[in-house]
């Protein structure tokens, strides 16, 4: 035994009242055991994982339990009785963790690489020369290209697939007993996620370190766990052995969760949700329609982007002479027809991003054209810019940072429709907003509510309301479903195709997750390393791929097995 659980209550004290949001768990596992959890964003998995550590929120409040844990020195101590001083002395030494975004958990103003040396001379004798050369080795391991250049690189230099990579050098490079891992592998792609698995599974084998892993992807849970718990509003509706469960689950919500997800098979015009599961009959309807084919025979050109280049120049060497040139895009040409979902896969770093934000005039490029309704945008006028910055509308793919946690809900949408002279009045913006959220399925009380009172889910609701305001015609979604639940997911993925149908908007849909841009897309352009690898139709690129990268992608897609 490493960690025994017992009887876990957490919640948090609100108007005088405490309200459960971890309700009267336990589980335990053993030494060299990997442990993973399954439930919907709110279902209490982080809250268990934070508590471990003694993380949790300063509202949060431990009700009642025990974690009891045995030490490296055949002690079992429980971990909640701990005072502050004992605690830090198991953090990063014996207990490890990886939070799913690297953004908030790396100091923005101090270098990667000295980020990561910290953890080791904090916890051992090391000399700093050689902490250095260990960090550049684990750089090394965890698959990031240059390990020099992102050692002495700031967080922001780098793309969200490389820190989070940095993110598990620091979780690891102390050899931990436990490591927890809270979505670690959200925001890498197919190949890069594969690598990491494989990694964490080969540092296990070698150390016995058992790892306590959350994630909302099942076919990576089927891979790496040998037990797992399915969590939901609190409470532990199903655990076991992970494949005995993920091949037969007995809970209606366990068997929602498997098939929310989309698969290189899924043909339907809509996915299936919880509800058709939980709490009711299985809508078996909903997965047997044929998606729905509105091609045209002569499609209209809406965007048409032609040799598109975009280079980078590291500031980190721009004292010595010869800078160091990052090609983001190189030569990029495609044309993206009204009405159609273009989805654009490959791995982090590729200049899937950078593609998107320089269509949305986020950055400019070096050369090259875009245009638009057949207007090069770079001719535009004052005057036809704003229209086209109305027009195109852009969803971040992390909602949490793209919202203004000092602004209401309401003022956020509506602060887009003010900036835009949209609308005369005060009255007419309001109703707007209101509008906009009942399109994105939620009520008039969520006006008044900051970002942090809502779910990922919700939270990505009003970042699609905030873009929908506009009536936009090209939305580019950039990742924006790959830090949602499975459940949520499956929402808003059928959201974004409703919307599609009674707005006949066009996207640009960029994902890691080739099978939800094989669902989503008429077709699909592959890119690797700034390049154009192929682009067709999306059918075509999932059953006869035309290069080794594409046929490399897709035979790293991870099915429940």
């Not at 009785?81 to 100091?107: A, H, V």
Request: hydrophobic letters at 35%.
């Amino acid at each position: 035994m490493l960690i025994d659980i017992k009887n876990l209550e957490i919640g948090f004290k609100r108007n005088l009242k405490f309200e459960k949001v971890v309700n009267n768990i336990s589980f335990s596992f053993n030494k060299g055991e990997i442990l993973g959890v399954v439930g919907e964003s709110g279902s209490g998995k982080s809250l268990s994982a934070l508590s471990i550590l003694k993380l949790l929120p300063q509202t949060a409040v431990i009700n009642k339990g025990q974690i009891l844990y045995e030490n490296r020195k055949g002690e079992i101590v429980d971990l909640l009785k701990l005072n502050e001083r004992k605690i830090r002395n198991i953090r990063g030494k014996e207990i490890s963790m990886i939070f799913q975004e690297p953004m908030t958990s790396l100091n923005p103003v101090m270098k990667c690489g000295k980020q990561v040396a910290e953890e080791i001379l904090i916890h051992t004798k090391i000399k700093k020369k050689d902490a250095k050369n260990k960090v550049i080795q684990f750089f090394c391991e965890v698959k990031l290209p240059q390990p020099e250049r992102i050692y002495n690189s700031y967080p922001h230099e780098l793309s969200g697939g490389q820190r989070q990579r940095v993110m598990i050098a620091m979780a690891i490079i102390c050899n931990p007993a436990l490591l927890i891992a809270d979505e670690p592998t959200t925001a890498l792609d197919v190949i890069v996620q594969n690598s990491i698995l494989e990694l964490l599974k080969e540092l296990q084998r070698k150390s016995e370190m058992s790892i306590f892993f959350i994630s909302h992807d099942l076919a990576v849970i089927s891979k790496l766990a040998d037990k797992i718990i399915i969590m939901n509003k609190g409470r532990i509706v199903e655990s076991g052995d992970a494949k005995k469960i993920l091949k037969h689950p007995k809970h209606p919500y366990t068997q929602g969760l498997l098939n929310c997800r989309p698969t290189l098979k899924s043909n339907s015009l809509r996915l299936p949700v919880l509800s058709d599961f939980y709490g009711q009959k299985k809508k078996t309807n909903i997965v047997a329609k044929q998606k729905i084919n509105k091609s045209n025979n002569e499609p209209k050109v809406l965007l048409k982007v032609k040799n598109l280049n975009k280079t980078f120049v590291d500031r980190t060497f721009s004292i010595s002479k010869k800078k160091n040139k990052q090609v983001a895009l190189k030569n990029i040409s495609f044309e993206l027809y009204k009405g159609e979902t273009l989805g654009l896969v490959g791995e982090s770093g590729c200049g899937k991003t950078t593609l998107g934000q320089i269509v949305i005039s986020l950055l400019k490029s070096d050369k090259g054209e875009i245009e638009y309704n057949g207007k090069e945008i770079g001719l535009l006028r004052k005057k036809e810019r704003n229209k086209y910055k109305q027009k195109v509308q852009i969803i971040f793919q992390d909602p949490n940072s793209s919202l203004n946690p000092k602004l209401t809900v309401g003022k956020i949408i509506y602060e887009v429709l003010k900036v835009h002279n949209i609308e005369k009045t005060v009255n007419e913006r309001k109703r707007k907003v209101f509008m906009m959220l009942n399109k994105v399925k939620l009520d008039n009380s969520y006006y008044n509510r900051y970002p942090h009172e809502l779910s990922g889910g919700q939270q990505q609701r009003i970042g699609i309301a905030r873009a929908l305001v506009l009536n936009p015609e090209l939305i580019i979604c950039d990742e924006s479903v790959s830090a949602l639940d499975v459940s949520i997911q499956a929402e808003v993925l059928n959201l974004l195709n409703d919307l599609k149908d009674e707005f006949g908007f066009t996207y640009i849909f960029i994902s890691h997750d080739l099978s939800v841009v094989k669902y989503m897309s008429d077709r699909v352009m592959v890119m690797r390393k700034g390049e154009i690898v192929e682009i067709n139709k999306a059918d075509e690129i999932y059953n006869s791929p035309a290069s080794e990268y594409t046929k490399e992608l897709i035979s790293a897609i991870e099915e429940i097995s």
